[in-house]
């Protein structure tokens, strides 16, 4: 048990959080080449090849040329996605892909025409809001 000092426990995790970090690090990078929408594939391919054969290197080019507007592409993508999202959950929650407010309308030109009852109408609107 003595035969590891604390010390070299600490350099140990210490080494060991800097290479999590640095792996964190050219995922996002990459996921940043990837995203970007002002890049030809070429271009994309060239800089993934520049961070695969000299990493070091590589990621500091990426971080210095490109780096300012990284965080601008990640919000757009987010934003991209959220608006996503929030258009399946609203399809997903109409019934029949109209709202609430739409379905209200044609009960009410359905009464208006004659082709429902009043009391009709008032059953079809109390399930809808109810």
Known sequence: MNDYPLLNLFWTMLWFFLFVAWIYLLIVIVTDIFRSDDMSGWSKALWVLFI??????GALVYLIARGDKMGARA??????????LREYVRDAASPSGTSTAD???KLAALRDAGTITADEFERQKAKLLG
Do not use: N, S
């Open 75 to 84: 919000a757009a993508d987010y934003q991209r996605r959220d608006e996503q």
């Open 103 to 105: 379905e209200l309308t």
């Open 52 to 57: 695969v054969i000299i990493p070091i290197l």
